[in-house]
Antibody
Framework: EVQLVESGGGLVQPGGSLRLSCAAS????????MNWVRQAPGKGLEWIAY????????YYADSVKGRFTISRDNAKNSLYLQMNSLRDEDTAVYSC?????????????WGQGTLVSVSS | QTVVTQEPSLTVSPGGTVTLTCASS?????????PNWFQQKPGQPPRSLIY???NRHSWTPARFSGSFLGGKAALTLSGVQPEDEAEYYC???????????FGGGTKLTVL
């Protein structure tokens, strides 16, 4: 059974940093691309970052480019999101989602998400 | 800025048919956008329904189908069930600029 479990969320002050993790199990992690998607309270889904299976292709939404860094450790079956210079508008539930298909263009499995609250 | 637009809300009667659409601000949606569709119910993570235009996942009921309609990606629900009441999101891939964008979501009410 495919499982994606996020952790690392919490309350952080504006300008602060946080590192999210996503532990994957039930599939060959190193064979799949991964995404981070967030959802602000009461709002829609926002895709924010993508990393290919071998980390050779990485790209970001403009809203987080230069502040967030996606990475992975295939030996540990883990995906990460380093978030710096956090802003109030980064408050959201952050979910990891497995990519598949041509250039990882599709998503199949999702984690439950971890809540990040940015507030002073 | 690339914007993906969906109908904010739609209402359908049980047993009826409804089509949701997904438009791109850059022009017609094509196979190169690899449209995906997701369903989300309150308090739950999204569930993937359709990938690459019209392919169902193994868990997706046959009453959900994907297509193109008038330059947009479309999700059609046939024989709507009460449990289909949810928010539906499309996702488009923009390969030229390496970007993925979700639509704003369509709140589907079954009434």
């Amino acid at each position: 059974e495919v499982q994606l479990v996020e952790s690392g969320g919490g309350l952080v002050q504006p300008g602060g940093s946080l590192r999210l993790s996503c532990a994957a199990s039930g599939f060959t992690f190193s064979s799949y691309s991964m995404n981070w998607v967030r959802q602000a309270p009461g709002k829609g889904l926002e895709w924010i970052a993508y990393i290919s299976s071998s980390a050779t292709v990485i790209y970001y939404a403009d809203s987080v480019k230069g502040r967030f860094t996606i990475s992975r450790d295939n030996a540990k079956n883990s995906l990460y999101l380093q978030m710096n210079s956090l802003r109030d508008e980064d408050t959201a539930v952050y979910s990891c989602a497995r990519g598949f298909g041509a250039a990882g263009t599709s998503i199949d499995y999702w984690g439950q998400g971890t809540l990040v609250s940015v507030s002073s | 800025q690339t914007v993906v637009t969906q109908e904010p809300s739609l209402t359908v009667s049980p047993g009826g048919t409804v089509t949701l659409t997904c438009a791109s601000s850059t022009g017609a949606v094509t196979s190169g956008h690899y449209p995906n569709w997701f369903q989300q119910k309150p308090g739950q993570p999204p569930r993937s329904l359709i990938y690459n235009i019209n392919n169902r996942h193994s868990w997706t009921p046959a009453r959900f189908s994907g297509s193109f309609l008038g330059g947009k990606a479309a999700l059609t629900l046939s024989g709507v069930q009460p449990e289909d009441e949810a928010e539906y999101y499309c996702l488009l891939y923009f390969g030229g600029v390496l970007l993925k964008v979700f639509g704003g979501g369509t709140k589907l009410t079954v009434l």
